[in-house]
């Protein structure tokens, strides 16, 4: 299944909170267990669950990222993520936990009477592969 081109008809749902999320590179560690949301199934929150593997620069961002590792990326196992774009899923973590809860109340509500997937259209993959947030692509807002 091939991405949708961005296009300027392309709208996505805003993303409420995670261009403003405050999370440092260090909050993540190798082995850790994170997902990277993209939208809403069945009224849950919905994303990539990715494996942290190691530090690794995040290029369109120019700050530290972290490689990730997703089972299911098949030619695209191996992307770079922004600490922000990551929630843990390996450990309780009160500041993942409190981001989580936020995005649910923000898009829930919106989608209540949705049971289908809806696919946000928050991210990209670069040709380096780079996972790249839709708010990191348009810069400085
Ligand atoms: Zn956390």
Redesign the pocket.
């Known amino acids: 299944m091939s991405q949708p081109p961005p296009t300027s008809a392309f709208a996505p749902t805003p993303d409420p909170l995670t261009p403003d999320r405050d999370?440092t590179h260090a909050?993540?560690q190798p082995g850790?267990t994170?997902v990277v949301l993209k939208g809403i199934s069945g009224g849950e929150l919905w994303g990539d669950a990715m494996r942290v593997v190691a530090p690794s620069w995040h290029t369109p961002t120019d700050e530290d990222g972290w490689r990730l590792r997703d089972s299911t990326g098949g030619t695209q196992s191996y992307v770079t993520g922004h600490p922000r774009y990551?929630?843990?899923l390996s450990?309780r973590?009160?500041?993942?936990?409190i981001?989580l809860r936020a995005m649910e109340d923000a898009l829930l509500l919106r989608y209540a009477d949705r049971n289908e997937l809806i696919d946000c259209g928050w991210y990209t993959i670069t040709a380096l592969n780079q996972l790249l947030h839709i708010a990191d692509i348009q810069g400085s807002r």
């Open positions: 999370i909050h993540f850790d994170v990551l929630v843990h450990r973590c009160p500041d993942c936990l981001y």
